[in-house]
């Protein structure tokens, strides 16, 4: 039997995204497979993070070229983008707590990447008129990945309705909690 090196990490992905402290034995059973098995494929979590590193970085990517942000306005554009990552937004979220992702020499670019794509969307809609330029593009950025990470925890413990992450994220990014007054 050959394993699937992909359902493997998509396994790990689910279970990781539900219970972050999950024990490689968990992982292998999550996956279907023994723990040597896994041990083969990935020599311990690290390894196991690492790759699903990669597999998020390559997600989110694929849904920024899926919501052609350079297309429209800039609020057509954040609305095509979320309802792209809703389906990898578990993973991104886990991914985001990972501190050993982040810390030393030795961050992936992808990370790099990522963040200047988004941010020169947010930049754009900034010289358009369309998003405040009081806010850097830089905190918008860290502020959507914030609230992509706090809606799919909701969505998963299930205090949001999986078909409102697209609006709660934009809703609250676009017009802040603030309720605005009538005069």
């Known amino acids: 039997m050959t394993l699937d090196r992909e359902q493997v990490l998509r396994s790990a992905a689910a279970l990781l995204t539900r219970k972050s402290t999950a024990t490689m034995d968990e992982v292998a059973r999550a996956a279907g497979i023994g723990r040597a098995t896994l041990h083969r494929h990935f020599a311990g979590r690290d390894a196991l993070v690492g790759a699903l590193e990669n597999l998020g970085i390559q997600e989110f990517e694929a849904a ?3 919501a052609r942000l350079e ?8 609305r095509r983008l979320i309802t792209a990552v809703q389906p990898g937004a578990g993973l991104l979220s886990f991914l985001v707590t990972e501190n050993q992702l982040f810390e030393g020499d030795h961050v992936n670019e992808g990370w790099s990447r990522l963040d200047a794509r988004v ?3 947010f930049r754009r809609g900034q010289e358009r008129g369309e998003f405040r330029i009081d806010l850097t593009p830089a905190w918008l950025t860290e502020a959507l990945y914030g609230l992509i990470g706090s809606c799919a925890w909701s969505v998963q413990a299930g205090r949001v309705a999986s078909q409102d992450f697209p609006y709660m994220i934009v809703e609250l990014l676009l017009g802040g909690a603030r309720r605005s007054v009538e005069k």
Do not use: I, N, R
């Not at 297309?71 to 954040?78: M, Q, S, W, Y």
């Open 64 to 66: 920024l070229d899926a």
């Open 71 to 78: 297309e429209g306005g800039a609020e057509e554009g954040l």
């Open 119 to 121: 941010s020169a969307f």
